[in-house]
């Protein structure tokens, strides 16, 4: 077997072992006083950190802050707090770190990032959770 068609299946397992989300997605966001609560989340493969609203980090009581991050957005740059968060997305369950940020002014409350995406997720575009999948011709 050549080289080219190793790493070719290598690819294809690889790619068969992702989970596929859409550009939007059902996430369940858990917090610290037992409560939680399922949204649509954006996905954005552009974005290297995960966000989620203030509001709602407040109300889940999220925290303790553990980190600061400086992020530029189309927004300017800024200094934001980081969290650790519990999500489960697609029945996978994990805790990644969350910059706080004010989305109320966003269709949604809560973005993945790029460091929730690295742990075997593949993005297909023509899928949303908010919206019904286009009928097959």
């Known amino acids: 077997m050549s080289n080219d068609s190793q790493n070719h299946s290598d690819n294809h397992e690889d790619i068969k072992s992702k989970t596929i989300v859409g550009l939007t997605e059902k996430v369940v966001i858990k917090g610290n006083n037992s409560k939680s609560k399922e949204l649509i989340a954006r996905v954005d493969s552009g974005a290297t ?6 509001t ?3 109300e889940l009581e999220l925290g303790p802050v553990i980190d600061s991050k400086l992020i530029r ?4 740059t800024k200094l934001r707090p980081v969290v ?14 969350f910059t706080i940020a004010d989305r109320n002014h966003m269709r949604y409350p809560v973005l993945i990032g790029q460091n929730i995406l ?7 575009p023509t899928r949303r959770a908010d919206k019904p999948m286009p009928l097959k011709k």
């Open 49 to 54: 950190k995960s966000s989620i609203d203030i």
């Open 56 to 58: 709602l980090a407040s």
């Open 73 to 76: 957005s189309a927004h300017g």
């Open 84 to 97: 650790e968060v519990n999500v489960v997305i697609k029945g996978k369950r994990f805790q990644a770190r």
């Open 118 to 124: 690295k742990q075997g997720f593949l993005i297909d």
